[in-house]
């Protein structure tokens, strides 16, 4: 029982070809260099799908061989037990379980596991990090795309009003004007509680009392009351990590792309969420958010206008929001 198979002697880069010669008796031989070793000596690599096949004796001789099936054989017929690992690779029953099982863990740890850890390290976070965090979020939006408010005094004192009413006067909560021509009607918070509106969205308002404003900046209040922002963050964290790490590539295609599906779900769970808390506070302050749906329709107006006949409507399994019909219904009911 005999393969081909080439040599290196540890000594020099130079390649043998020699033939290994496995015996009855349970030894390796090679003639040409005087080898003669019990089998249980030698370290015979598991194998690999083709790849040519180690074989290592502890003088530091190493043999690789490419007739993978020949010492499959030789093996078998002499006894030598095979490692439990070689039998997995070839039985393609146990190949599909544990592509299930991975897929399922993956499944789990984008899904369960992520929320779970996101909502454990937002819970933890220090006040301290938070703020910290949230100015230099802002101070890049402020280099990038936000841009000097240009809302007259009297409407800036107004907002400031009813955020004070919103906001119970908490000095957690801080108010933010600004304008952003590239990102349209818009609000968003960090979570610090600062809180950005975009004159966009404010000049939209049709109420003379700015009551749709009013009802944003509830919403807004809710996104940092259940700390959405870094939950949202944490998310996307591991999101990209766990994508990055199956696919060996953290290119931005690779890794951006799908964490934003992936994510979607959570998203628009939290903007139902800031929604729901949106009109309880309204209601405590004895207060409708019909004005609210009203702005959401002078929205949907702006984007349409703006987009024309270029707007792609997107799926609501990729879209980040809720429906905004579905929002300004639920509104117009409160």
């Not at 290994?20 to 008796?25: G, L, R």
């Not at 039998?87 to 897929?103: D, Y």
């Not at 729901?276 to 329709?297: C, E, G, V, W, Y």
Request: net charge positive.
């Amino acid at each position: 029982m005999i393969i081909d198979a080439k040599l290196y002697d540890g000594v020099s880069s130079k390649e043998h070809n020699v033939q290994i010669e496995f015996t009855k008796d349970g030894y390796i031989k090679i003639a040409d260099f005087n080898i003669y070793e019990p089998i249980s000596n030698v370290k015979i690599a598991t194998r690999l799908g083709n790849t040519p096949r180690l074989i290592e004796f502890k003088n530091g001789i190493r043999c690789k061989s490419e007739q993978n099936d020949k010492i499959d054989e030789i093996l078998k017929s002499i006894g030598y037990k095979q490692p439990i690992i070689h039998k997995l690779e070839r039985s393609w029953k146990l190949a599909i379980i544990s592509f299930i099982a991975m897929f399922a863990a993956i499944v789990f740890f984008l899904t369960v596991g992520a929320d779970y850890t996101a909502n454990f390290i937002a819970s933890i976070t220090p006040r301290g990090t938070l703020d910290y965090a949230s100015k230099n979020a802002l101070a890049q939006l402020d280099k990038s795309v936000l841009h000097k408010s240009n809302l007259t005094k009297e409407k800036q004192e107004k907002i400031k009003k009813l955020f004070k009413e919103i906001t119970n006067n908490n000095p957690r909560y801080k108010l933010h004007f600004r304008s952003a021509p590239s990102i349209g009607p818009n609000a968003f918070a960090l979570p610090s509680g600062d809180i950005v509106i975009l004159d966009e969205l404010v000049l939209l308002d049709k109420d003379k009392e700015l009551r749709g404003v009013e009802g944003v900046l509830a919403h807004e209040m809710g996104h940092v009351v259940y700390r959405h922002t870094l939950k949202g963050a944490v998310k996307s964290a591991i999101a990209s990590a766990i994508i990055g790490y199956i696919t060996s590539d953290i290119t931005f295609l690779a890794t951006t792309i799908p964490t934003v599906l992936v994510t979607t779900g959570y998203s628009r769970e939290f903007e139902t969420q800031a929604d729901d808390f949106a009109i309880k506070r309204m209601k405590q302050l004895h207060k409708s958010t019909k004005p609210l749906a009203n702005l959401f329709i002078e929205m949907e107006k702006s984007i349409a206008k703006r987009d024309g006949n270029d707007t792609i409507k997107i799926p609501s399994w990729i879209s980040t929001h809720p429906s905004t019909k579905d929002r300004i219904k639920k509104f117009n009911q409160n």
